[in-house]
């Protein structure tokens, strides 16, 4: 039984019209939708010379009857809406009939289809601007497309495509996400005879997570749910040892569709936002189920961006269950909201941020929570006030970039401390004759490292060290393609020798010196990775992210016992800082307590 319409001219103008196919990973992501909606249990892609030579999307859903066989190709025909009403409530992922009639225009395809009920199959040949042509074909449950000398009659089109590492790389990311978003359907990809990679279609995410992206992944993933009167959220994000350059981990599903929401994104970082540094994004899976009629998919022709009513109501929901799944797997800060009306003003933040709230408080976190809070709140408010005397930390622009600016930054100079000893087992305390100074250790040890780095790196020869076994990295498919001669020699100059070892493992058999006593290779991982996917691939890009995260995994950790000796040690090497007060990361490492401050919160001063 057929079941494509053919629009009204009404409908056909009420939909979002566009470039529908603009390089190979659009058509490839049409046609694999085309097979979900076509209720398909197993797709299989097949890609030659990054599609330019033929891309083939076999499947074994509901496939055509003669007639749909041979309307599929015209504009505006569609079995998946019929009327302006639908419109409201796409369930589908295709509902423009577009995208058959714009790749026929710019390709020569063949189709074999079969409905299963029809007395034969059908093979139908389409060229641009020809009637297709229909002839019987095999019974072979399903449709199988395949889009031959793609963009042949349009050179301006095919001149705009890029290489094919890079149009590889595009196809295998589309493929990754409608495999994620579709756990319940097996994929195979295939690439120039290659098997990319292949998902087992049991509907278990987890499983399809790790079928993708490794097992490393898979082990340091946190489920999160949740849910209110418009929204279903569920998936995995990593927990934050896992952290990327790129937002490119971050995969948002809005009723199986693959989304770009920025709300959304920005709940997410938000929920992050205590246990990544600045400039680093987590791995997510998020998957949303709305009301279909919350949603407006007609809004652009890919269908990527989308309109969502409640939106605020979404990202809020998204940022609570990340915000409690990381919170209940390790419990790294209690936030505890210090309550400063109208902050009437400095005064009131400074008298909570004595020195015996620290020392009384059962959890040290809370205070660097505290000083958080403070932070912000001397930002947004009191940035003139401060006075330099009392909070000599916090410098705005260290959040935002923290390499690279302390070559023309000045050196700040600490007063002569004198240790008294560590509070907490986090915080050294110091007397400065002018006041009390508390130091966060691993504050400090992050900025010492720092700028020891740099040091490092600002030397002209790149030392590089063979580590005891070879480094093995697993790698996702998508990074793997832009493995080639640039890159391998892009990561040879940064101190990085890179082969393939199997599959999608890298064996790495020389590092750069300063990384050789980093026990997780989940940063030099990173740094490859970065490499292999960003096609600039700078130097200084390169420096930016071993720096950051170098100086991160600072040896002393808060929580440590330190002895007396230790820590005059690391207060001399804060002192030959070139700005001993901020950590890499913006925060500050040192809080001072003025002798006028403790005056005044003793009630000795006025009199
Ligand atoms: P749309 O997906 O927006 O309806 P398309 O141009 O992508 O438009 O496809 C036109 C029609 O062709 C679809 O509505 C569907 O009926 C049919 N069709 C396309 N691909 C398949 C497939 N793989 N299996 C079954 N039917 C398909
Ligand atoms: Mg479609």
Known sequence: MSRINLMSAELANRIAAGEVVDRPSSVVKELVENSLDAKSKNIRISINQAGRDMIRVQDDGIGMDAIDAELCFLRHASSKIKSTFDLRRITTLGFRGEALPSIASVSNVTMLTYDGNSSTGYEVY???GKDPIVKEGLKRQGTIFTIRDLFFNTPARL?????????????????????ISNSGVAFELEIDGKRIFKTSGRGNLKETISEIYGLDIVRSTIEFNGENQFFKVSGYVCKPNISYASRYHILTFLNGRSVYIYKVNQALLTAFKDYLPPNRYPFAVISIEADYALVDVNVHPSKKEVRISEEEKLSKLVEESVKSALISDRPIYTPVKINVAGLEKLDKVKEQLTLSDVVNDEDNNIYQESIKEEENIIKDEVKEEVNNEVLPVIKEEENEKPVDLLESEPRTFL???????????????????????????????ERINYEKVLADFSKKEMEVVSPLSPILIDVSPSVMIGLDEKHIAQLHRIGFDVEVFTGNT??????????KDDDDTSMIKDLICSCLQDKKCEMSDLKHLAIATVACKASIKANMFLTKEMMETLIKQLAQCKNPNNCPHGRPTIIKLSKYEIEKLFKRTGF
């Open 126 to 128: 389409v060229e641009p």
């Open 159 to 179: 001149k705009y495509l890029k290489s094919d590492n890079t149009e590889n790389s595009s196809i295998i990311e589309v493929c990754e996400n409608l495999a």
């Open 415 to 445: 007063p002569d401390l004198e240790v008294i000893g560590q509070v907490l087992k986090t915080y050294i305390v110091c007397d400065g004759s002018d006041g009390i100074y508390l130091i966060d250790q691993h504050a400090a040890q």
């Open 506 to 515: 890298l064996r790495v058999s020389t590092i750069p010196l300063l990384l």
